[in-house]
């Protein structure tokens, strides 16, 4: 199983970027999709998570900026991110859970600066 992550850049302070992940190979039914972040220095964070069911959780720094949602049939999940800050700057990585395992993506990097 791949997960293959896009979608990542250099933006400037409240601009938006969408990134993307999609799954391939032998993955079966999938239960929560999610991104998370680390920034240089940090630990890595939840940014945002959806249920099969397709209810969402966020950071509460996300909250009202980002969205994520998810295509079940193309195995793929998506992060819209809108009025982007300076330290929402780190490298982005996808998770799938098959129910059994956890499957993460190599990461995108978003950077945001004027």
């Known amino acids: 199983v791949q997960l293959q992550a896009s979608g990542g850049g250099l933006v400037q302070p409240g601009g938006s970027l969408t990134l993307s992940c999609a799954a391939s190979?032998?993955?079966?039914?999938?239960?929560?999709m999610g991104w998370y972040r680390q920034a240089p220095g940090k630990q890595r964070e939840e940014v945002a998570v959806?249920?099969?069911?397709?209810?969402?959780d966020y950071v509460d720094s996300v909250k009202g900026r980002f969205t994520i949602s998810r295509d079940n049939a193309k195995k793929t999940v998506y992060l819209q991110m809108n009025s982007l800050k300076p330290e929402d700057t780190a490298t982005y990585y996808c998770?799938?859970?098959?129910?059994?395992?956890?499957?993460w993506g190599q990461g995108t990097q978003v950077t945001v600066s004027s």
């Open positions: 959806i249920s099969n069911g397709g209810s969402a």
């Open positions: 998770v799938m859970n098959d129910y059994v395992n956890d499957y």
């Open positions: 190979g032998s993955i079966g039914s999938i239960n929560a």
